[in-house]
């Protein structure tokens, strides 16, 4: 049915003295509404609000279990060695770890969920991972050990499931099924349609 519509657009638009070919944009818009139809529908704050209690109760386990524990040991130890008075803990099973850590997950989802492209997501992903490890360094100024273990935990399950969510789902930022959000192709393809509909001699 696709290749039938397709083979009538490129037909109409030949007898309508446009050529389908002048541009390389023109099969890449076929092959993105193709894809587009493929997957289905996705929505944003069902995954949103469901994966940020998954992540937030991973992270908050695996603290609770002692899973990273001797990770945090050797990172107090680390501390000590350089000469840094250790006050307080922060962190995960904590009521601050779990704020700090709730609010990440949340955004990172929100911006995976709500940011076109690949590219994009992992970069966030990334960069989430990394201004995570950031906090270390932070609450040490203050003497505070904080403990970033089980967040990133909570960080990359959270990506992770934003990504894999997001690429076998056409989500809103990814455009209405048969649109895309380029403004360049979109323009384009408003002037083509204008053209077929005027015809070749108007």
Known sequence: ????????????????????????????????????????????????????????????????MGVFEGLSDQLRDLWRVGGLEIQSEMGLPGLAGILVTAATCFGVLAAVLGSPGSGRRCLIGFSSLFLSFTLIPAFAVWGIFWKPFGMMLAVLWSWFSAMVYAQTHTMPCDGAVGGLTDPATRLEKEARNEQVTQGPHD
Request: proline share 5%; glycine share 6%.
């Open 1 to 64: 049915m696709f290749a039938k519509e397709t083979f009538n657009q490129i037909e109409s638009e030949c007898f309508c003295g446009v050529n389908p070919f002048s541009t390389s944009r023109y099969f890449a818009n076929h092959k993105a509404t193709m894809s587009q139809r493929a997957k289905p529908e996705g929505d944003f704050a069902f995954p949103l609000i469901l994966f940020s209690f998954v992540s937030l109760l991973l992270g908050t386990g695996a603290e609770v």
